[in-house]
Structures are given as C-alpha cells and as structure tokens.
C-alpha cells in the first residue's frame, strides 16, 4: 500500500526557513512525478512545486520562485521542499502528492482524487 509522510513543519518567524520532507513507500518511487500543495484555513490548495522523475526538470508557482526549492533523493524515496525567506503568508497545511502519469508541469493541477496523497503538515509563520 502506498504511503506518503510528510515532516518537517512547524512554527517560525517571518524571513526563517523550512525543510520539509516527504517519504514515499509502497510505490516505485523512481517512476513518479512529485508535486508539493498547500491549503491554507479558507482557501482552495495550491500547487506550490513539482519536479519529474529525476528532479532534472522542477516547475514552481510564482509566489514561491526564488525562496523555495523543490528536490528528490530516488535512494531514499524521498521528495523535499526547502523554504527560506518564508512569510505569513506561506502559513498552511504543506501536502505532498505522486503520480504516475502526469508530467512536473501538468501534475500542478493534480485533484485530491487522483493520484497519491500525504496527510500534510503545517507550517506557521509569524510575523
């Protein structure tokens, strides 16, 4: 059974930084495109990163280019997204997600019913 676990939130101020990190089992790892989501209270999730197969090619939405880094380590099953100069704004509940089919660039529009999904973790950033 697959399984994604997230870890690495939590609470920091404004300007601080994150690693958050994604273990992926029960799926070959290699094969997946890899994607990283928020939700923040009252708002729709959003894409924020993905990157395919070999963390080559990396897709990122504008209000995280340049402070947020997306990355894999295919050994280790695991995807990270590191996150520096954070703001209040980036406060939500961070997911990652794995899919098959879809490449780094359409996996950004990824549904909750598709593909495979962690249970989050939240990150808070204080101002």
């Known amino acids: 059974q697959v399984q994604l676990v997230e870890s690495g939130g939590g609470l920091v101020q404004a300007g601080g930084s994150l690693r958050l990190s994604c273990a992926a089992s029960?799926?070959?790892?290699?094969?997946?495109?890899m994607g990283w989501f928020r939700q923040a209270p009252g708002k729709e999730r959003e894409f924020v990163a993905t990157t395919d197969w070999s963390g080559g090619s990396r897709y990122y939405a504008d209000s995280v280019k340049g402070r947020f880094a997306i990355s894999r380590d295919n050994a280790k099953n695991t995807a990270y997204l590191q996150m520096n100069s954070l703001k209040p704004e980036d406060s939500a509940v961070y997911y990652c997600?794995?899919?098959?089919?879809?490449?780094?660039?359409?996996?950004?529009?990824?549904?909750?019913?598709?593909?495979?999904w962690g249970q989050g973790t939240q990150v808070t950033v204080s101002s």
């Open positions: 997600a794995a899919d098959h089919a879809r490449s780094y660039f359409t996996i950004r529009t990824l549904s909750p019913r598709e593909g495979y």
């Open positions: 029960g799926l070959t790892f290699s094969s997946y495109t």
